[in-house]
């Protein structure tokens, strides 16, 4: 069995550490993005939402406009699958 070097564990988690920050800082800018389109809406309300249970979406909303927030998800869904596959096969390398 062939065990990876410290620079190659160390190249790996930096990956790792810059996926994290990535991700939050994505977090944070959605966060931002929503809370600044309550404040900007009148009454009207629209809101969707995907919850990733192993491969299977659950896709979830309510409002006027949610056919477009239900098709965001759904390309968002399938661009997640898509970089866990492409994440597992480096892995596997």
Not at 33 to 55: E, H, Q, R
């Amino acid at each position: 069995m062939d065990y990876p070097s410290d620079s190659e564990e160390q190249g790996r988690n930096r990956k790792l550490k810059l996926l994290l920050a990535i991700g939050f800082i994505i977090m944070l800018f959605g966060i931002s993005i929503l809370i600044g389109a309550t404040m900007l809406s009148g009454d009207s309300v629209n809101f969707g939402g995907v919850v990733i249970i192993g491969l299977f979406p659950i896709i979830v909303g309510a409002g006027t406009d949610i056919s477009w927030i239900i098709f965001l998800a759904i390309i968002i869904s399938v661009l997640n699958f898509i970089l866990f596959m492409i994440m597992r096969k480096e892995k596997k390398d």
